[in-house]
């Protein structure tokens, strides 16, 4: 047995993935005198693949590939069942690198270039169990990036769905107008159902577009002259198939007044976002109530429901983005779990806020039913618009007129 040779490692096998050749010699070469079996792949997809099909002893990747990012290939493996386990350690290039890729799930990390002395010696460490941990400022340093990628990858997904969407529904209003010729009874039923689906997707494809945007504060509100006893009137109307649907009563009571100066579209998502939520809790029979005050400056619209309500552990959870409720009894499928966290940035964006009160903490004035549910509260500064509001405060894209 040679020089740098360990019974313990002895055999081992290690995948090199780095899209530079002659480094890939170089850790051959290196680990190779060491004893050590090397596997490499100069791709991050292939290595994906090679890893998958060869479950090495531990896998080197390079944080500089062609085809794929190091670290998006670092969380692959990572989040890959059967590679879960395997020592995972980048080949990087300053402390900066180190810390990141620690904290995106790496098991180590050894420095370029390459210390032919000690490279060897170091890769058996980590076969042989050494762990290297991120710092705090690696951590933080990973969920930036982490929280930038996220945030780039939902806006690009909401452009995507909104392309096709916009024309879905432009058709759908043709077919349902008659104008092209006229429907049977089971046609035009078929044309709204799927009518209303496509204002479901809109209405997820606006949520994704809108969180993204908003996250990364690029969504500014665009105020103008706003009716909001019409709007909530129309967010209702609109909602209409879906509480019928479920054998609810939907039920808006709002009074009168000036209009105000709030972003339509935007405010029209959060409030359809509210009342879906309580209409997607409610008991199949039961009542759902959105109400419309003015008072001391502020516009309140209140939405009362008869569901299971909310527990006071997860008050502030439904508001964190991809959060889903816990329900006891009726299973409810998983929606996107960005509803209420968009409704919440558009009220905050508007200078406003969104109160949840679970049971509600008191009854609606006028009405013999009891809310025993949820009573969520959006409320904005009531700002007096200079102009007379536009006759549709709906929103601007084609696809969102329901």
Known sequence: ????????????????????????QQVRALLHAGGLSVEESGTGLEGLSRARSLTPDLVLVGTGLPDIEGLDLLARVKADRALRDVPLVALGRDAGEREV???????????????PATFAEEVKAYLAGRRDRAGAEGGRAWLDELERRR??????LAHELSTPLTPLAGYLKI?????????????????ESMASAVVKLTRIVDNLSDFALLRAGESAIN??????????????????????????????????????????????QALMNVVSNA?????????????????????????????????????????EPFHHRVTVGEARPPGSGLGLPVARRIAEAHGGRI???????????????????????VEIPARPAQSPPSPSPAPARASGQG
């Open 1 to 24: 047995m040679g020089p740098g040779w360990d019974e313990a490692t002895m055999g081992q096998r290690v995948l090199c993935i780095d899209g530079d050749a002659p480094r890939r």
């Open 101 to 115: 890729a620690l904290a995106a799930g790496c098991d180590g990390f050894l420095a370029r270039p390459i210390d």
């Open 151 to 156: 945030t780039a990858f939902m806006h690009d």
């Open 175 to 191: 077919l349902h107008s008659e104008r092209i010729g006229p429907l049977s009874a089971q046609q035009r039923k078929v044309v």
């Open 223 to 268: 105020p103008a002259a706003v009716d909001p006893e019409a709007l909530v009137t129309q967010v209702v109307e609109d909602l209409k198939a879906p509480a019928r649907d479920a054998r609810l009563h939907l039920e808006v009571r709002a009074g009168a007044g000036p209009a105000l100066l709030a972003d339509p579209r935007k405010l029209r």
């Open 279 to 319: 209409i997607k809790f409610s008991p199949h029979g039961g009542e759902v109530l959105v109400e419309v005050t003015r008072e001391a400056g502020l516009l309140r619209v209140s939405v009362y429901d008869q569901g299971p309500g909310v527990a006071a552990s997860e008050l502030e959870g439904i508001f």
């Open 355 to 377: 109160v949840v009160e679970s049971p509600p903490h008191s009854q609606p004035a006028v009405g013999a039913h009891h809310f025993t549910g949820s009573r969520f509260i």
